[in-house]
């Protein structure tokens, strides 16, 4: 699975962005779809996790109620609403895709098998 994330930019605290990733190569609709997060000096962190029909998902404790992930298998394509934006909220942000029908929507790097290369978020102040 090839995966391209987009949407990333500049915004304001409060704001809101909706982060696009495009897959191609695979049957979409076979994988559960995750984002994780890489702010400037940390490790790569888990935000949430889609499963392959976007009947279920589940998010960080740090983004819950705020951060919404979404799918259009028709589009090949999820997507992360981010509201009210936080300047802790910078950091480049991936999309991840694993195998979506062993029960597991994944939350730790190893569990994705493809990753997109990433889109800059970057909250002002």
């Known amino acids: 699975v090839q995966l391209q994330a987009s949407g990333g930019g500049l915004v304001q605290t409060g704001g809101s962005l909706r982060l696009s990733c495009a897959a191609s190569?695979?049957?979409?609709?076979?994988?559960?779809m995750g984002w994780f997060r890489q702010a400037p000096g940390n490790d790569r962190e888990f935000v949430g996790a889609?499963?392959?029909?976007?009947?279920?998902?589940y998010y960080a404790d740090s983004v819950k109620g705020r951060f919404t992930i979404s799918r259009d298998n028709a589009k090949n394509t999820v997507y992360l609403q981010i509201n009210s934006l936080k300047p802790e909220d910078t950091a480049v942000y991936y999309c991840g895709a694993r195998w979506g029908f062993d029960g597991w929507l994944g939350n730790k790097l190893n569990e994705f098998a493809y990753w997109g290369q990433g889109t800059l978020v970057t909250v002002s102040s």
């Open positions: 889609i499963s392959w029909s976007g009947g279920a998902a």
């Open positions: 190569g695979r049957t979409f609709s076979h994988y559960a």
